[in-house]
């Protein structure tokens, strides 16, 4: 056993102590289902080492971990100006789902990583790219031919998703959003509803570290801008409002989503994909967060570790 292995092992040891402390989603009746008692951990680093240990082959949804891939695909297709017209970049400091700001402070949604920025994204990308355009491009963020649309979570979050098309409603009165609510909202439903595992969002994480190029092949996916930015906001705004304590205790840019996932992108050295669906208050995966601690202490993947 390597010593990455090793650390990787007892990181997830680590991180199930605390699975009984949160609780599975339950808002979108399908993601109830799951069997919070499970986490996986994957790691693949820069220089080609593959470790995964635990639950790393259960398929999941991608939910907000989605966010960052159709940011991604925006800044690249659309360009940054287009992109930050019409969202903020600022960390909000409110729930994933919230309305309130959007409604009170501003026109413009203020990240790209809650509900209303990316449902803006996507409206920014749907008059060009298709769900079945987004879904490929995904695959090879992920470096996973294997992902599909999971129909039940999608059915489950179209019917119970008038939040979300409250947002939508929200942001064409502003007349931020362009084109059909419900035509873009139903695209977020899909982007959410995309099954991954954690070795498919280590390798997203792997493609960010890597500047935007795929180690194995030596192919350009991202533009090293493009990462550098997705990175950022993954940093001040990827865990919501938890995003704050968890840049100072992690200090790794990562994306969470309520299937569970997180995506995290450790600069030069390694992406790592975590599945753990217990949730704490905020929606991020108890476990998952605990073992990212651990991981990033243990290995020194914390950003402002001083290399002295
Ligand atoms: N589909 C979910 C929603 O829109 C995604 C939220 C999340 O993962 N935080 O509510």
Known sequence: MTMLQETAEKALQHGKQFIPQGKVADYIPELGKVDPNQLGLCLLT????????????????????????????????????????????EPSGDAFNSILKLDLASNRPYNPLLNAGAIEVISLLSPTSSFDELLSYIRVLCMDTDIVLDEDVYQSEYLTGNRNRAIGYLLKSKGVLQGDVLKTVDLYFKMCSLSVNARSLAGFGLILANGGIDPYSGRRILDGWVCRTV???????????????????????????????????????????VFGPSLDDKGNSISGIQALEYLSHELNLHIFESQR
């Not at 240990?53 to 891939?69: E, I, P, Y």
């Not at 989503?257 to 992406?271: L, W």
């Open 46 to 89: 820069t220089d080609k080492e593959k470790i995964c240990c635990g639950d790393v082959d259960h398929r999941f949804t991608m939910q907000s971990v989605s966010k960052t891939a159709t940011l991604a695909i925006a800044l690249q297709e659309l360009g940054f100006d287009e992109v930050f017209s019409h969202v903020m970049m």
């Open 231 to 273: 990175k950022t906001l993954m940093l001040t705004c990827g865990m919501y409002d938890g995003s704050g304590e968890f840049a100072v205790r992690v200090g790794i840019p990562a994306k969470s989503g309520v299937g569970g996932g997180i995506m995290a992108s450790a600069d030069n050295r390694m992406g790592i994909g």
